[in-house]
């Protein structure tokens, strides 16, 4: 069903409450704030509401086009069968009358059944799938089409226009002073050409080795006599420890406390070197130059979006693959050399 039909013929003109569903990851959540864009565009006074993870939801802050955030805490909160049907009832009281499951998967379909919203929209993927109201049937090939593209396709089934290819994350001016401010209280004059490096990433297979991070940052301090701040998450205090263990030239370390801390500190480099990964798409949101890793992952989809952003990968005949399952040590990643990456940051620095 088309979204002329839904849009300007039926009830769903009249939609006042949405939710949007996207319990995954920093990037997943990221790239679907422009599907969420249209979707405000198409009903401009509905009460719009996402559903998202308390690690990542902070990236919603300061978008327009979101009104409210729930927390689905799978972890704390919401662990445990009575914590999930309270879950549920608290959701059914909302009474939305759109539920759009935006990520692919069995437990999205159920909660837009179960919340009761009247009309849901869905991929016909994964079970639940005859739960919903409004399918997309299609399939998506891997190596063909951005994860931008498919949500915002998603969306057009209720909605009219193209809809804008452009990641949404907005930082407040304090929260760039304060970031502007930490630098300096880590030695960090506004002088600097300060390079970002975030070695880190969500499985094995997506990182990098340790010492061509480390042989990269010496290249980049040496030849552009650049600061190279090396930026972490939570977990990643050894592997960073194990770059700067391994480089000639200074480096200094900093922890995020949150992602909106990590996206601040992002945009004040000048050029940010990173792995397949949620900072990524933070820096391409934030339009930051920057060269990425890629490894397994299919580029094609998961791209950083923005003209800014380029990309390094060794090219191998088993790709498209299922990472999980290689039987050669992900070598696309584990053996990609420094020249190709040195090669697209010179082109940055230029």
């Not at 919401?78 to 608290?90: I, K, S, V």
């Not at 919903?132 to 049937?137: C, N, P, S, V």
């Not at 900072?279 to 490894?295: S, T």
């Amino acid at each position: 069903m088309r979204s002329r039909a839904l849009k300007n013929s039926n009830p769903l003109l009249n939609i006042n409450k949405i939710l949007v569903i996207r319990v995954d990851g920093i990037g997943d959540l990221l790239n679907s704030t422009p599907a969420i864009a249209l979707l405000r565009e198409n009903y401009p006074s509905a009460e719009i509401t996402v559903l998202a993870r308390p690690l990542n939801a902070p990236v919603l802050i300061g978008n327009a086009d979101v009104d409210r955030i729930l927390i689905f805490d799978r972890d704390g909160k919401h662990r445990g069968l009575r914590a999930r049907l309270q879950f549920y009832r608290e959701l059914r009281r909302e009474r939305f009358q759109l539920a759009v499951a935006m990520q692919t998967a069995m437990w999205t379909h159920l909660v837009a059944f179960l919340s009761g919203a009247t009309y849901r929209l869905g991929r016909y993927q994964k079970r639940f799938r005859s739960t919903l109201t409004h399918a997309w049937r299609g399939k998506y090939p891997k190596g063909e089409t951005h994860e931008v593209d498919r949500n915002l396709e998603l969306v057009r089934l209720i909605c009219e226009g193209a809809g804008k290819r452009k990641l949404i994350f907005r930082l407040s001016p304090d929260e760039t002073a304060a970031a502007e401010a930490r630098l300096t209280s880590l030695g960090i004059g506004t002088a600097a050409f300060l390079i970002g490096i975030h070695p880190g990433g969500s499985s094995f297979d997506k990182r990098w080795p340790e010492k061509r991070y480390a042989e990269l940052a010496d290249r980049l301090s040496q030849q552009y006599n650049a600061t190279i701040l090396l930026l972490r998450g939570p977990e990643e205090a050894e592997l960073v420890k194990n770059i700067q263990a391994a480089m000639q030239s200074d480096s200094i370390t900093y922890a995020p406390e949150t992602i909106r801390d990590l996206g601040a500190m992002l945009s004040c480099c000048d050029l940010v070197v990173c792995n397949d990964s949620g900072p990524m798409h933070l820096a391409a949101a934030l339009d930051v130059p920057m060269v990425a890793i890629f490894g397994p992952t299919d580029h094609v989809a998961w791209h950083p979006l923005s003209e800014n952003a380029s990309i390094v990968r060794r090219d191998m005949p088993c790709w498209p693959c299922s990472a999980h399952k290689c039987k050669i040590g992900w070598e696309c990643t584990k053996k990609l050399p420094v020249a190709p990456v040195w090669e697209a940051t010179t082109e940055k620095v230029k």
